[in-house]
């Protein structure tokens, strides 16, 4: 079935180490993003990429970085620098010259 | 940036009832999604408005995009138990647009 991946579902990191979220699409999406979401809040990108090898920041891009190495994939990795990294990410992914974002189920993030 | 106010926050609402929620913009939008979230799961686009005026139903589900550009509006008629969630609106400034801004969600809880 075609759709967008991501792994995993609930990770625990310790405070102070990087950790990187995986996700992966197979709808042939050029555009992917992540997106940040806290408890009563809208969703807030974080970055976005609209092809491979290119990617731009979002809204509330420090303490995280990208890669777009593929087409099918888009990890994020929350760094240490990040200084409330316990929340959901969201990814997505939309098709070129398409606004409509399709979201993955999300990873649950909790730093301890 | 562009902001986008969603009311209600919340509701609470019989089965049967019908529901409806808006979302208003502080500047024009050419593309208005509604997304649904179920807990812990990621938004599922519902239903995608991209002219002035235009009315689209999915199936109990209806919006309208604001003759405006500034809003648009969610319907929801009979409601049943697996309406609730949180229903997000977004918009894009320009067609095509990679860059989508949320609203904070309605939360709708159904009572059986």
């Known amino acids: 079935d075609g759709g967008i991946t991501q792994s995993p579902k609930y990770l625990f990191r310790k405070e102070g180490q990087n950790v990187t979220l995986s996700c992966e699409q197979n709808l042939n999406h050029d555009a992917m993003y992540w997106y940040r979401q806290d408890p009563g809040q809208g969703l807030r990108l974080i970055y976005y990429?609209?092809?491979?090898?290119?990617?731009q920041k979002g809204d509330i891009a420090e303490g995280y970085s990208v890669s777009r190495e593929k087409k099918e994939s888009f990890p994020l990795t929350v760094t240490s620098a990040q200084k409330n990294p316990t929340a959901f990410y969201l990814c997505a992914s939309s098709s070129q010259g398409r606004t409509e974002a399709f979201f993955g189920q999300g990873t649950r993030l909790t730093v301890v | 940036g562009q902001q986008l106010n969603q009311s209600p926050q919340s509701m609470f609402i019989q089965e049967g009832e019908d529901v409806s929620m808006n979302c208003t913009s502080s500047?024009?939008?050419?593309?208005w999604l509604w997304y649904k979230q179920d807990p812990g799961e990621g938004p599922v686009l519902l239903i995608a408005l991209y002219k002035a005026g235009e009315l689209t139903s999915n199936g109990r589900l209806t919006a309208q995009f604001g003759i405006t550009r500034k809003d648009s509006f969610l319907n929801i008629s009979a409601s049943i138990p697996s309406d609730v969630g949180i229903y997000f609106c977004a918009g894009s400034a320009r067609a095509g647009s990679y860059q989508l801004t949320f609203g904070k969600g309605t939360k709708l809880s159904v009572i059986p």
């Open positions: 500047s024009i939008f050419n593309t």
């Open positions: 990429s609209q092809i491979v090898n290119d990617f």
